[in-house]
C-alpha cells in the first residue's frame, strides 16, 4: 500500500499546463482540488493494482471530467458528462492525439458516473471512474492509507464539499433536467425538486406506440 504522496507524480508538460490553466479560467477552487483529488486517487489505485494506462490522459481527464458543469462548456440538451467528454476531445485534437487515445479520453469522462459499466472498461476508463467514487461517495475506502487520505485533503482541501458538491451538480444541469433520466443524476433532480415529473422507464414502455 502507497503511503506516502511524495511517491506519486503528477504528470507536468505543456498540454498538462494547458489543461490546468483552463480548469482555472473556467472551474473554480471546487472543481480544480475535486480534480486533483480524483487524479492523485485513480494514479494511487491504478499503481496499486499495478495496471497499464495513460498517466498524462488519466491527468487530463480527471481536469475536465466536471467542466460539463460550467457556463462555458454546458450545452443545452446533452448529460453534462457528455458535455465534459466533447469537450477533452477537443482540447486534444489541437495536440493531434491518434483517434484511439481521443476516445479512450471520451469514454472515460462519458462514462465516470454510469455504475456498473466504466469499472469492467479500459484501465483509464475505470481509473478516472474509481477516483471520482473515492471522492464523492468514499468507494474503496480501505485500499487508501489513512496518511494518504490525509496528504491528500490538506493539498486539496475538502471544505463542504459533500454539501457544496451536490449543489454544483445541481446548478450545473437544473436547466435541462431531463438529461438525468436513466442515470444516478435524477437523484440529484428529486432532491432539489421533489415534485420535478421525472420519466419513468415502464412508462415509456407502456406509451410506445407497439400495440402490445
Known amino acids: 500500500m502507497i503511503t506516502n504522496i511524495n511517491d506519486i507524480k503528477v504528470p507536468d508538460s505543456k498540454i498538462i499546463q494547458n489543461a490546468q490553466e483552463i480548469v482555472k479560467e473556467y472551474g473554480n477552487e471546487l472543481i480544480w482540488n475535486h480534480s486533483n483529488r480524483v487524479y492523485l486517487f485513480g494514479e494511487i489505485k491504478g499503481q496499486q493494482d499495478k495496471l497499464n494506462y495513460d498517466k498524462e490522459l488519466l491527468y487530463i481527464t480527471a481536469l475536465f471530467h466536471d467542466l460539463g458543469l460550467t457556463e462555458q462548456y454546458s450545452s443545452d ?3 453534462f458528462e457528455v458535455d465534459g467528454a466533447n469537450a477533452v476531445r477537443q482540447f486534444l485534437e489541437a495536440y493531434n492525439y491518434n483517434n484511439q ?18 469499472e469492467h472498461k479500459e484501465s483509464n476508463v475505470a481509473l478516472l471512474y474509481h477516483g471520482v467514487g473515492m471522492d464523492v461517495m468514499g468507494n474503496n475506502w480501505d485500499q487508501y492509507a489513512d496518511d494518504i487520505r ?7 482541501p475538502r471544505g463542504n464539499f459533500k454539501n457544496d458538491v451536490i449543489q454544483s451538480f445541481y446548478d450545473g444541469f437544473k436547466h435541462k433536467p431531463e438529461t438525468t433520466f436513466g442515470n444516478i443524476k435524477s437523484d440529484v433532480i428529486k432532491y432539489f425538486e421533489p415534485e420535478y415529473p421525472q420519466n419513468n422507464f415502464c412508462s415509456c414502455i407502456l406509451r410506445s406506440k407497439w400495440d402490445s
Do not use: E
Open 77 to 79: 440538451d446533452l448529460r
Open 101 to 118: 487515445d481521443l476516445q479512450l479520453a471520451w469514454d472515460s469522462i462519458a462514462l465516470h458516473t454510469t455504475l456498473g459499466v466504466a
Open 150 to 156: 490525509k496528504a491528500i485533503i490538506t493539498k486539496f
